[in-house]
């Protein structure tokens, strides 16, 4: 069952700070997130595995909260470059596929 | 760095034709995967592929779709008759383990247009 993320997009100004969100109704084994930008591959941010962890590397980080079966991406002063479409990607513990929610949006504006 | 490729970049078919989509995967990589994506929505798993047969796919991967490793290097994913729906853009991507823990790496895609 696929990933549902919100919102669907999101529109910043450069500077501006972002949250997007990825839940699932089953339990989840990892969360992966993706960023993609037009016509191109998607490219891999991090992975999330345990409950409670969170990372980051620049100003883009996750968390993930298995209870709740959720992952959160934040993108902390955002810049031109992060414009693209976030995919969160999620695997239950049985199976190898990773299934992707819809994407959101994001456009960084001057 | 490693990449996965992928060719072609861009293939045009007509309805019925088969088309073999190729990919080479990152060499010591052991799984291997197919995704697509039709315009403007979301990546669809199709199948995976481990230790030269398939460990997963999905309800889209029907008899149409089958999948290779004719050698050590190349990953082919085959659409016997292809339709109009078929149209989309296909990823192949490969990881050092199962995908559920560790990243996958996507390759840049190839875009089929079914006419």
């Known amino acids: 069952q696929q990933p549902v993320q919100s919102p669907q997009a999101v529109i910043l100004r450069e500077g501006e700070d972002a949250v997007i969100n990825c839940s699932s109704s089953k339990a989840l084994y990892s969360v992966h997130w993706y960023r993609q930008k037009h016509g191109e591959a998607p490219v891999f941010l991090m992975i999330?595995?345990?409950?409670?962890e969170q990372k980051g590397h620049d100003k883009i980080s996750a968390s993930f909260n298995e209870k709740k079966q959720q992952s959160s991406l934040y993108l902390t002063a955002s810049q031109l470059s992060y414009s693209g479409t976030y995919f969160c990607?999620?695997?239950?513990?049985?199976?190898?596929?990773?299934?992707f929610g819809k994407g959101t949006l994001l456009t960084v504006n001057p | 760095e490693p990449e996965v490729t992928q060719t072609p970049s861009h293939q045009v078919t007509q309805m019925g034709q088969e088309v073999i989509l190729r990919c080479v995967p990152i060499s010591n990589h052991l799984y291997f995967y197919w995704y697509r994506q039709i315009l403007g929505q979301k990546v669809e798993f199709l199948v995976s592929?481990?230790?030269?047969?398939?460990?997963?796919k999905s309800e889209i991967f029907d008899d149409q779709f089958s999948v290779e490793r004719p050698d050590g290097s190349n990953f082919t994913l085959k659409i016997r008759s292809t339709k109009l729906e078929d149209s989309a853009m296909y990823f192949c991507?490969?990881?050092?383990?199962?995908?559920?823990?560790?990243?996958?790496?996507f390759g840049q895609g190839t875009r089929l247009t079914v006419v």
């Open positions: 592929f481990y230790n030269n047969e398939i460990s997963e």
């Open positions: 999330l595995l345990k409950g409670g």
């Open positions: 990607g999620t695997r239950g513990g049985s199976n190898y596929k990773l299934t």
């Open positions: 991507a490969s990881s050092s383990r199962g995908a559920g823990d560790t990243e996958a790496f």
